[in-house]
């Protein structure tokens, strides 16, 4: 477990408190029977985004607070406990880092301090067909074609566009671009982005620097997920009876709670490990980050499935959150690559 400053574990407290008591999970639920088709609440949004969530990564200058990529994730780790539905990820983390580390100056000036103050939503366009293939990519500089699942691509008005011959900002507004809201499962800002000879600007960062920082902040919020859904799962072997006695009592429960926990330590040391080496700019964060998702998305699985089935027939019901982290979990270990995906680039990262 990485060792935090004492400004990180305040920041960690005052995350943790503000989910649970303005963003629990009855909020997100509010908020998918709204028919909201942002996919997040621009309120909560707001309130984040003046708490300073919104700038972590970004440097005073631009209006941010420059505390690193660790810190985010120490945020996005919370959020992922109640499933708040925010572009936190998308906008905070790759959007800010793809303009920090590509962007020139003038760039820099007109976009970063409009994302701290979180007047700016952006989405992260890569994937071109149904499973992820960043090294299939087939749109060009010309910004012609379709870009599938952009995570608030919705809402977006800054879109981050990965192509062939590199990576680019585009305005929300840019002529030719259309989009498509989509229904997704965990009800969040899922949208298709078509392509017609968008205007761009290039950024100087590569398509696999901000997969990376994507899949670290991503397997950050999934810890959060899985966390939270193994804790809910606990109270209950703890209350729930059978048989005249507490079914935390029965030692095949007692041994798959303790799979779970241990899986989840193990993938604290992966999450932790991947956002450190980002703000130590390391040579292995591309290992690290594979490793990272890979793990999280196996352990959010494996803790998802177990929380539907240890709580019997109440986890197969809407009324119960049981379903909600498992809709949100099969969604996430597929974005931005699955555990498959991942354990075969750390293999070919490894050269094994």
């Given at each position: 477990?990485?060792?935090?400053?004492?400004?990180?574990?305040?920041?960690?407290?005052?995350?943790?408190?503000?989910?649970?008591?303005?963003?629990?999970?009855?909020?997100?639920?509010?908020?998918?029977?709204?028919?909201?088709?942002?996919?997040?609440?621009?309120?909560?949004?707001?309130?984040?985004?003046?708490?300073?969530?919104?700038?972590?990564?970004?440097?005073?200058?631009?209006?941010?607070?420059?505390?690193?990529?660790?810190?985010?994730?120490?945020?996005?780790?919370?959020?992922?406990?109640?499933?708040?539905?925010?572009?936190?990820?998308?906008?905070a983390l790759i959007a800010a880092s793809a303009i920090l580390l590509g962007g020139n100056e003038a760039q820099k000036k007109e976009w970063l301090p409009k994302i701290a103050e979180g007047s700016?939503i952006a989405a992260f366009a890569i994937d071109e067909g149904p499973h992820h293939h960043p090294d299939r990519l087939t749109m060009t500089k010309t910004l012609s074609g379709t870009k599938r699942?952009?995570?608030?691509?919705?809402?977006?008005?800054?879109?981050?566009?990965?192509?062939?011959?590199?990576?680019?900002?585009?305005?929300?507004?840019?002529?030719?671009?259309?989009?498509?809201?989509?229904?997704?499962?965990?009800?969040?800002?899922?949208?298709?982005?078509?392509?017609?000879?968008?205007?761009?600007?290039?950024?100087?960062?590569?398509?696999?620097?901000?997969?990376?920082?994507?899949?670290?902040?991503?397997?950050?919020?999934?810890?959060?997920?899985?966390?939270?859904?193994?804790?809910?799962?606990?109270?209950?072997?703890?209350?729930?009876?059978?048989?005249?006695?507490?079914?935390?009592?029965?030692?095949?429960?007692?041994?798959?709670?303790?799979?779970?926990?241990?899986?989840?330590?193990?993938?604290?040391?992966?999450?932790?490990?991947?956002?450190?080496?980002?703000?130590?700019?390391?040579?292995?964060?591309?290992?690290?980050?594979?490793?990272?998702?890979?793990?999280?998305?196996?352990?959010?699985?494996?803790?998802?499935?177990?929380?539907?089935?240890?709580?019997?027939?109440?986890?197969?019901?809407?009324?119960?959150?049981?379903?909600?982290?498992?809709?949100?979990?099969?969604?996430?270990?597929?974005?931005?690559?699955?555990?498959?995906?991942?354990?075969d680039r750390y293999a070919t990262l490894l050269n094994y």
């Amino acid at each position: 477990m990485a060792v935090l400053t004492e400004e990180q574990t305040m920041l960690r407290d005052a995350a943790k408190a503000w989910t649970q008591e303005k963003s629990p999970v009855t909020a997100f639920r509010k908020l998918r029977d709204s028919g909201n088709t942002d996919g997040y609440d621009r309120a909560v949004w707001k309130e984040m985004a003046e708490m300073g969530w919104a700038g972590i990564v970004i440097p005073e200058e631009y209006g941010g607070t420059g505390l690193g990529t660790l810190t985010l994730g120490i945020v996005l780790e919370e959020t992922g406990r109640t499933l708040t539905a925010s572009p936190l990820l998308s906008t905070a983390l790759i959007a800010a880092s793809a303009i920090l580390l590509g962007g020139n100056e003038a760039q820099k000036k007109e976009w970063l301090p409009k994302i701290a103050e979180g007047s700016v939503i952006a989405a992260f366009a890569i994937d071109e067909g149904p499973h992820h293939h960043p090294d299939r990519l087939t749109m060009t500089k010309t910004l012609s074609g379709t870009k599938r699942f952009v995570a608030d691509g919705g809402a977006a008005n800054l879109i981050i566009v990965a192509t062939k011959d590199g990576v680019f900002l585009v305005d929300g507004n840019a002529k030719g671009l259309t989009r498509q809201r989509l229904h997704s499962v965990d009800s969040r800002g899922f949208a298709n982005l078509a392509f017609e000879n968008v205007a761009a600007e290039p950024l100087s960062v590569s398509v696999d620097q901000l997969l990376d920082l994507a899949r670290a902040g991503l397997a950050a919020e999934m810890l959060g997920t899985a966390t939270q859904a193994f804790e809910i799962t606990l109270d209950y072997l703890k209350t729930r009876t059978q048989f005249g006695q507490l079914i935390g009592t029965f030692q095949a429960l007692q041994h798959r709670a303790a799979k779970m926990y241990t899986e989840l330590e193990l993938t604290r040391s992966c999450v932790e490990a991947a956002l450190t080496a980002i703000d130590n700019n390391a040579n292995d964060i591309a290992q690290l980050a594979s490793l990272a998702k890979a793990k999280a998305s196996e352990t959010l699985h494996l803790v998802s499935t177990e929380m539907v089935q240890m709580h019997g027939g109440i986890g197969m019901t809407d009324a119960h959150d049981a379903g909600l982290y498992l809709k949100r979990a099969r969604v996430v270990e597929a974005l931005y690559g699955s555990a498959s995906f991942h354990r075969d680039r750390y293999a070919t990262l490894l050269n094994y």
